[in-house]
């Protein structure tokens, strides 16, 4: 008896385990009202579309709607969704939306993805809004989790920097440890006192080469432009940088500053030769003067 008793136990425990993990609906059981929609529409019109775009197609910021949308955020509940609106939105303003008008707003994303509304509106509070899901994308496998600068600014920029750094300072020389509890940090010191300087260019280096495949992932870049991963320029831009990472690993294992020194100039015509193309643009204006927009186009 004690046996069948806990056998129950357990499969109502894991019933309740399930039932949390996997959200009870789906976008697409009318989730939202028109009416809520409308209020996010207009909500979206005066805080978010002069940077995801008129018709949330995306622009300086991803899209909101459409199949890149759901390449980020399909099989994700909705609260996930309503908190990054909630915290981090506007850009110029983030944390000033409430609840209720971050509900609104993914109310509005629902109807111009094309999925329907129903009678109830969207709750704005986390234990209603975890039970929902976005369906998954049916190319959610290996799908790009962020966006091209969030790509660079996570690997490669640091990577490069440590690199750069040596040109300056000697990976050799002894290390002074920074002094987190004063408050300082520093991104090409972190590993101090962690592993030899060396230790770091040579990290940095396999991290460059390695991680530039990623580059060549189907993403969206921070406008929303869908990156050109099928160009030839792009993928020999992505060969590049490959083959600098792997020379200045290369170098690196000579323990020489000179040597590594030399061959940061690879690295940085690497970088450079895609930047020129796809970066670095003109004639931006307003709020947008370093043309944001236009990247990720030649």
Request: glycine letters at 10%; proline letters at 6%.
């Amino acid at each position: 008896m004690r046996l069948s008793i806990a056998k129950l136990a357990l499969s109502v425990a894991l019933s309740v385990s399930m039932g949390h993990a996997q959200p009870a609906r789906t976008a697409a059981d009318g989730v939202y009202t028109a009416a809520q929609a409308m209020r996010g529409r207009a909500l979206y019109e005066q805080r978010c579309a002069m940077c995801h775009g008129k018709a949330a197609e995306g622009g300086l910021a991803p899209p909101l709607a459409g199949s890149g949308f759901l390449q980020a955020w399909g099989g994700r509940s909705l609260w996930e969704l309503a908190s990054k609106i909630r915290n981090t939105m506007p850009a110029d303003e983030p944390g000033k939306l409430t609840s209720s008008q971050s509900a609104d707003l993914v109310a509005f994303a629902l109807e111009t993805g094309k999925f329907p509304a129903g009678n109830s509106e969207l709750p704005g509070e986390e234990a209603g809004l975890k039970n929902i899901a976005l369906p998954k994308s049916t190319s959610a496998f290996l799908a790009a989790t962020g966006n091209m600068q969030q790509l660079m600014v996570g690997i490669f920029f640091p990577s490069s920097n440590i690199i750069f750094n040596v040109q300056t300072h000697d990976p050799g020389a002894p290390v002074k440890p920074v002094d987190t509890g004063k408050g300082d940090f520093s991104w090409t010191q972190w590993g101090a006192g962690i592993y030899s300087g060396w230790e770091m260019v040579d990290d940095a280096a396999i991290a460059i080469s390695e991680a530039a495949p990623l580059l060549l992932t189907p993403r969206r870049c921070q406008n929303g432009r869908p990156a050109p991963v099928d160009r030839p320029d792009w993928i020999k831009f992505t060969q590049n940088l490959v083959e600098a990472g792997r020379a200045a690993y290369k170098a690196s294992q000579t323990r020489n500053q000179e040597t590594v020194s030399d061959a940061t100039n690879q690295l940085s015509d690497a970088c450079f030769a895609c930047h020129r193309v796809y970066r670095d643009k003109r004639g931006g204006r307003g709020n947008d003067i370093s043309n944001k927009a236009a990247r990720c186009t030649p």
